[in-house]
């Protein structure tokens, strides 16, 4: 799978580099109870952590709302996933499992402190380019409403936007029928490149634990 970050991005974010991890032939499920189980607690644990701290206290966070401003998107209005998920935990409105592989995204996007996407590899089609949207470029999110992504970071592949560090697309969506996928790790630019290529690894072994298969994985910087 051909993917590659635009020159435009790599000049407003310099250093941005992201995790890519292609998975064949898993299973997806509901979650082991183990999954379940790591999930609640470093949810219960980042909330006694919250009432201490306050959100930009987080390098992770601090970090994607800066890089969300440098490409155009105000980040007190569209906020980076990761953020989101953080704020829900504040508010002890803790995230319930969903499915296997939607459960350890959830769990290495709060660990990591960075947005996570997880896509149908099934469903994408053609070169993937990570780049900054246009006024044309939105789809249907997770989130049920049509979300644009003009000036906002995007992956695409042949048929549009289907991926952002925002809010990921209702087309391709992660199910327990998918046996292809593709993660994106969208790293913090100032993560060093050996650092950057053990988080990746931990995630992807952690992963094909969880739901057999194989994977590969690779950093693809600006």
Request: no cysteine; glycine share 8%.
């Amino acid at each position: 799978m051909e993917i590659n970050i635009s020159a435009d991005l790599s000049n407003k974010i310099p250093g941005f580099k992201v995790g890519i991890i292609t998975y064949d032939n898993i299973e997806v499920g509901p979650s082991p109870q183990m999954v379940k189980g790591r999930l609640q607690l470093f949810q219960e644990a980042l909330f006694f952590d919250l009432e201490e701290k306050e959100l930009s206290d987080f390098s992770g966070i601090k970090e994607w709302r800066a890089i969300f401003k440098a490409t155009g998107t105000n980040p007190s209005r569209y906020r980076p996933s990761v953020e989101a998920l953080y704020r829900r935990v504040k508010k002890q409105n803790y995230l319930a499992p969903i499915h296997s592989a939607i459960d350890l995204n959830t769990f290495f996007s709060l660990l990591y402190e960075v947005p996570i996407g997880i896509y149908d590899a099934d469903k994408l089609a053609g070169k993937i380019s990570i780049k900054i949207g246009e006024s044309a470029d939105g789809y249907v999110g997770l989130n049920g409403r049509l979300n644009s992504l003009d000036n906002m970071i995007a992956s695409a592949d042949h048929e549009g936007p289907f991926g952002s560090p925002y809010v990921d697309s209702e087309r391709t969506k992660v199910t327990e029928e998918t046996k292809r996928a593709l993660q994106i790790i969208y790293l913090q630019p100032k993560t060093p490149i050996e650092e950057a290529r053990q988080l990746t690894k931990s995630l992807m072994d952690m992963f094909l634990e969880i739901h057999g298969g194989e994977g590969t994985y690779s950093i693809i910087e600006g």
